[in-house]
């Protein structure tokens, strides 16, 4: 019973704290990541992690990317495709670099330096999209090559950190780079010819059961099933189910699953997700680093904003909305988490920086929705 309890603090606080954020004129995502922190560790304590909190938190974020899919505009996504690989390619060079420069000029060693570097080109936009589905602009051009950029984004760094792991020693495990390459290709031919010809097929199969919402529950079963499958092959969970619900958005299910989907998860899972990403927090000695977290984080925020920016505009968006994807592209969220558990488990992240670049990573996740907030909204005035 004592997760029940967690249950109910964590549903009604996040609601709660998401109501009082948009009445003072920010995203309602920033009071759900805020209350996570205060519950967490870090303040409270009144909420810990554990293997089911976990459990929900993940079912969260995979339910988030695929209301994501369902909600994006594929004949926008394909026109935009250019770029969103320039917005990923330059926005992973300048902070890969940039991370890399802090590491040398605190001290360092080379290898933390270049794991700092491939760390901070991570960009997550589970939280952005939460921000854009607010802002209702997931169907613009800019949101659209914001996920883009993600999707691309992902693949780069996962490569990025295969390279790092095995050229400057990662633990036992040598790390094959050819085999990673080829898992991204399966990945990819796997996803596409399943979403195109396969999944119709079953979701029209499962229209005819005479069963309660047969539909929604094949298309959720999907959803997980391909989230592990992209795991098995070295890809975020979340990239599976976004192309997933994308697939989905072209088919004649897509409202159904949609109303279906989006009350389960909002009201359910995706609370603890947010919570999650504040559970992480801790200040234990935090102070005797506060110059590094200091320069990490405006690095952290300037590099991507910077590099978002450049990518957009010099594939023809004007400066507000390249201001607008580079906001986008801010956050890194759960995939720097993982990255950086990734790198102490491995010896890139000395246990000395690991707390703070946590915290870094959590301060970039609550930046990205005021920006995101800023930049659109002058937009849709303009």
């Known amino acids: 019973m004592e997760f029940i309890v967690t249950m109910v603090l964590v549903l009604i606080s996040t609601k709660i704290c998401g109501h009082i954020s948009v009445r003072l004129g920010q995203p309602a995502v920033l009071g759900k990541l805020l209350i996570g922190i205060v519950l967490g560790p870090a303040v409270l304590s009144w909420v810990n992690t554990s293997d089911i909190f976990q459990e929900f938190s993940m079912i969260g974020v995979l339910l988030l990317m ?78 659209s ?20 792991m095995s050229f400057l020693g990662g633990g036992d495990e040598v790390v094959s780079i050819p085999m990673v390459l080829v898992k991204k290709v399966i990945f990819f031919v796997s996803i596409y010819v399943f979403g195109k010809y396969i ?31 992209s795991e098995m092959l070295g890809m975020a969970g979340i990239i599976g189910t976004f192309f997933i619900g994308l697939f989905i958005s072209d088919t004649e299910y897509k409202d159904e699953i949609e109303h279906t989907v989006d009350p389960i998860a909002n009201a359910i899972f ?42 957009a505009k010099a594939t023809g968006f004007d400066k507000l909305s390249s201001l607008s994807i580079g906001a986008g592209m801010i956050s890194r969220g759960e995939v720097a988490l993982i990255l950086a558990t990734t790198g102490l488990a491995s010896g890139l992240l000395s246990e000395e920086y690991y707390t ?27």
């Not at 200091?294 to 904003?305: E, F, M």
Request: glycine letters at 6%.
């Open 66 to 143: 695929f209301l994501a899919g369902l909600e994006t505009d594929t004949k926008q996504l394909k026109e935009n495709f250019k770029p969103a690989v320039a917005v990923a390619v330059i926005g992973i060079i300048i902070p890969l670099f940039s991370a890399f420069l802090v590491g040398e000029a605190f001290g360092l060693d080379f290898e933390h330096s270049v794991f700092l570097g491939v760390l901070f080109s991570a960009t997550s936009v589970s939280i952005t999209v939460q921000v854009l589905k607010e802002l209702s602009v997931m169907k613009t051009k800019e949101a």
């Open 145 to 164: 090559t914001i996920l883009g950029a993600a999707v691309v984004d992902d693949i780069l760094v996962v490569i990025l950190l295969a390279f790092a």
């Open 199 to 229: 999944l119709p097929f079953l979701l029209k199969t499962a229209s005819k059961f005479k069963v309660t919402v047969p539909v929604t529950t094949m298309a959720v079963a999907i959803c997980f099933a391909v989230a592990y499958f």
């Open 270 to 311: 995706v609370p603890f997700f947010y919570v999650g990403v504040g559970l992480n927090v801790s200040f234990n000695g935090v102070m005797n680093q506060l110059p590094f977290l200091i320069v990490c984080t405006l690095v952290a925020v300037l590099s991507k904003l910077i590099g978002g920016f450049i990518g």
């Open 356 to 382: 703070t670049v946590i915290i870094s990573v959590i301060l970039t996740t609550l930046i990205a929705p005021p920006l995101l907030k800023y930049y659109f909204g002058k937009l849709k005035t303009n």
